[in-house]
């Protein structure tokens, strides 16, 4: 398995080329010579779409645009063929239009490699493109699993809706509807649920004692003690 971190400005080394970032991997985990791993380096920038490859061999991160150094992440990621990839945040800092060319490249590669991918993601629209299946965290723990389209159209969890609440849409002029509250502080979490600081629907039940994680129907399960009274707006 193999990690696309959020930041490639960070998580490339900034005083080694690009050509040394990758072979150092080739070499230690695929026992390639030298020329073998340069050779393979030179695909890798090819497979992941970079113009000029051989020049951007040669060059520091630095020299490079963002675009261009998250696919030099993600050629990085992808040296030793792992049959998954967690990518975090992948479009981080990047403007809209990168945004959607890695997002686009990462499918692509994903379909291409018959690699499985954990999309990690604070951003809706990215997640209604690009998964299957969704688990909704808060505070380190899971509020909802469900397939993409179930936990759009169908959400069980009050978290869950206010994130979708939350997602602004060029159809409707609604005032988007902001969580209230504050993040919690993980040393010391609120008793019960941990979302119930900030859910409207809180009753006494959910600050005393925390949900399990129910069977909605298949594939499909919450943690909320209220999922079954509750009638919560999805997203079309």
Known sequence: MAIVFQDP????????????QLTDILMLHRDLTKEAASKKALSLLEHVGIQEPEKRLKAYPHELSGGMKQRIAIARALSCEPMLLFADEPTTNLDVTIQAQVLELLKQL??????????????????ADMTERVTVLYAGKVMEVADTSTLFHSP???????????????????????????IPNLIEPPSGCVFHPRCKYAKDICMRQEPPLEKVEEGHFVACHLWRELKLEGRG
């Open 156 to 182: 069980k969890h009050p978290y869950t809706e206010a994130l979708l609440k939350a997602v602004p849409s060029v159809k409707q002029t609604r005032t988007l509807e902001v969580i209230p509250g504050n």
């Open 9 to 20: 400005t960070t998580s490339l080394n900034p005083v080694l080329t690009v050509e040394r």
């Open 110 to 127: 994903q379909k291409e490699l018959n690699m499985t991918m954990v999309m990690i993601t604070h951003d809706m629209g990215i997640i």
